[in-house]
């Protein structure tokens, strides 16, 4: 699963549901790590393919449902 979630998120790095999945399979495999570096790179990665208040929320709730499985809490609060 890890090596199909990671070629999905080099293929489609402005897919947010990528990025949360990736970061919820670390997380629950006990790569905390892994994960935390994870949701750096969709930080980096993520933006809202328009202007609109749609896209903008689809990436601010995947940055902070990023961050909230790596218990960064203060960062998650950030993006909700």
């Known amino acids: 699963a890890r090596k199909a979630l990671d070629a999905a998120a080099r293929a ?8 949360v999945s990736l970061v919820r399979f670390l997380v629950t495999t006990g790569q905390s790590k892994e994960a935390a570096d994870a949701a750096d790179r969709a930080a980096d990665k993520l933006r809202p393919k328009t202007d609109s208040p749609s896209d903008r929320a689809t990436v601010a709730l995947a940055l902070g449902a990023c961050r909230e499985l790596c218990g960064q809490l203060p960062k998650a609060e950030g993006h909700y």
């Open 12 to 19: 489609n790095p402005a897919a947010p549901e990528v990025w």
